[in-house]
């Protein structure tokens, strides 16, 4: 394994009466920290620890408080620094909501017993494939596990047919991935649920034999474009983002799609959730409502993120496959394991 040290790259609401009167879960309501008029209408404010991109929140963050006063203070940070953060804080979090890029960091929250119940207004919004069996959280939005290769030394026919072969001796050197990333780390977690603990396990000794290290799946992106390495393992939007700018970092880049119901087809959905600590439970739970109603898809649908738009019947940007022919394997998002995961990554030597 070579790793390479390059910079990071960086609905309208309808509260309903049941929702103002109502603290769903254990969630209390403190004096001064929110309100719940009889007209069900929301006040106060929330913090929400945020794991996906910070523009992309801000944007449902403005759109929100502009429908309902509510004023909403983010903390960043990645996946993992939130969901340990929570579970470390547990019953004294001072987060309202939590939002993340991929589904393994809700699990995690989920299985410390952290969550309250979401609303029936925001589970009937969005479909059960984007919700976990549990619906302890929901899914927001969603991105794609692609294959980025050099359209310049590789045609279609020499890609691989599953993500699976990676790991064969034919690739050797030739494909990037950024391990230490929670977006990697779900594409495990994926495979480990589709394949268990020995095929993932073997893979990612293959893996370590074949590929070369980088930071960041854009970073990873820039180095194919670059012609260090022929292909990179990474989520789709980056390529969609890059050619939505200049194309520079992408300009000699194509990206495959392994459909057929192959790990390298899943599909990470991003998750969100109430916390049972927030102070303020109904707002919190508007917030959540509103990001997957029709409003807070229509930001992913016209917005600059090229992620996915999975509910409300919003469709996703016109510029992206549709969801329907990624054929992407079902998985279920609450048996995604991050401490599995890593402690798989850990014995082959990624992390």
């Known amino acids: 394994?070579?790793?390479?040290?390059?910079?990071?790259?960086?609905?309208?609401?309808?509260?309903?009466?049941?929702?103002?009167?109502?603290?769903?879960?254990?969630?209390t309501t403190s004096p001064g920290s929110s309100s719940a008029a009889a007209d069900g209408k929301v006040s106060?404010?929330?913090?929400?620890?945020?794991?996906?991109?910070?523009?992309?929140?801000?944007?449902?963050?403005?759109?929100?408080?502009?429908?309902?006063?509510?004023?909403?203070?983010?903390?960043?940070?990645?996946?993992?620094?939130?969901?340990?953060?929570?579970?470390?804080?547990?019953?004294?979090?001072?987060?309202?909501?939590?939002?993340?890029?991929?589904?393994?960091?809700?699990?995690?929250?989920?299985?410390?017993?952290?969550?309250?119940d979401i609303d029936q207004a925001t589970i009937d919004q969005v479909p059960a494939g984007f919700r976990p069996s549990t619906d302890k959280w929901t899914g927001i939005a969603a991105r794609?596990?692609?294959?980025?290769?050099?359209?310049t030394k590789l045609t279609e026919d020499q890609l691989p047919k599953s993500m699976l072969d990676l790991a064969n001796p034919e690739w050797k050197g030739k494909w990037a991935a950024s391990p230490s990333g929670a977006d990697f780390q779900a594409i495990v977690s994926a495979l480990l649920e589709l394949k268990g603990e020995e095929a993932t396990a073997e893979w990612l000794k293959g893996m370590k034999e074949n590929f070369a290290a980088y930071k960041g799946n854009s970073t990873a992106m820039k180095a194919v474009n670059a012609g260090e390495?022929?292909?990179?393992?990474?989520?789709?939007?980056?390529?969609?983002?890059?050619?939505?700018?200049?194309?520079?970092n992408s300009k000699n880049v194509s990206q495959h799609?392994?459909?057929?119901?192959?790990?390298?087809?899943?599909?990470?959905v991003s998750g969100g959730g109430v916390l049972k600590s927030s102070k303020n439970a109904a707002a919190a739970q508007a917030f959540l409502t509103f990001i997957t109603g029709k409003k807070g898809q229509e930001v992913l649908q016209q917005g600059t993120s090229f992620e996915y738009a999975i509910a409300s019947d919003v469709p996703a940007n016109d510029k992206l496959v549709p969801l329907?022919?990624?054929?992407?394997?079902?998985?279920?998002?609450?048996?995604?394991?991050?401490?599995?995961?890593?402690?798989?990554?850990?014995?082959?030597?990624?992390l």
């Open 1 to 27: 394994m070579k790793i390479r040290n390059t910079a990071l790259a960086g609905i309208a609401l309808a509260a309903t009466a049941a929702l103002g009167l109502t603290a769903c879960g254990s969630g």
């Open 44 to 116: 106060g404010e929330i913090t929400v620890y945020n794991a996906q991109h910070e523009s992309l929140t801000q944007e449902w963050v403005d759109a929100f408080t502009a429908e309902t006063g509510v004023k909403v203070t983010l903390r960043q940070g990645s996946d993992t620094e939130m969901s340990n953060q929570i579970v470390q804080e547990g019953q004294a979090s001072p987060a309202d909501v939590f939002l993340t890029e991929n589904s393994p960091a809700m699990a995690q929250v989920e299985n410390a017993g952290l969550f309250a």
């Open 144 to 151: 794609s596990t692609v294959l980025v290769y050099d359209k």
């Open 229 to 248: 390495v022929e292909a990179a393992l990474i989520y789709h939007y980056y390529y969609f983002g890059d050619q939505a700018k200049t194309g520079e």
């Open 257 to 268: 799609y392994f459909k057929n119901q192959d790990p390298g087809a899943f599909v990470s």
């Open 324 to 350: 329907a022919d990624l054929q992407a394997p079902t998985v279920d998002p609450a048996k995604l394991n991050s401490a599995k995961v890593s402690e798989l990554m850990t014995a082959a030597g990624l």
